[in-house]
Nanobody, 124 residues
Framework: QVPLVESGGGLVHTGDSLRLSCAGSERTFSRYAMGWFRQAPGKEREFVAAIGWSGTSTYYADSVQGRFSISRDNAKNTGYLQMNRLKPEDTAVYTC?????????????????WGRGTQVTVSS
């Protein structure tokens, strides 16, 4: 059973918006910080955004600051990534992850659970 399941990806145009969802379970989501990462073809996986388990702390990569917004609904064990003013360079597979004991939300190796990802393609 996949611990986290992403949805909401798709093909959009420059300037459009998308909202990604990350569905977990009580075992894989509750009381865990959540992060979003992305990986474009031929590139390293990069940190996009993270949110603490209570939802009060958020962190963003400089490249998405002001355009993306991360949130979560712990009652539904679901997290979100609202992506506005999308650019072609945002094209990537977006993957969510959750972790409990992390010193840095930007380091993938510190997360405990991962989804399989959802493709986001932004055409110019």
């Amino acid at each position: 059973q996949v611990p986290l399941v992403e949805s909401g990806g798709g093909l959009v145009h420059t300037g459009d918006s998308l909202r990604l969802s990350c569905a977990g379970s009580e075992r894989t989501f509750s009381r865990y910080a959540m992060g979003w990462f992305r990986q474009a073809p031929g590139k390293e996986r990069e940190f996009v955004a993270a949110i603490g388990w209570s939802g009060t702390s958020t962190y963003y990569a400089d490249s998405v600051q002001g355009r993306f917004s991360i949130s979560r609904d712990n009652a539904k064990n679901t997290g979100y990534l609202q992506m506005n003013r999308l650019k072609p360079e945002d094209t990537a597979v977006y993957t969510c992850a959750t972790g409990r004991r992390m010193s840095s939300a930007t380091i993938p190796e510190q997360y405990d659970y991962w989804g399989r990802g959802t493709q986001v393609t932004v055409s110019s």
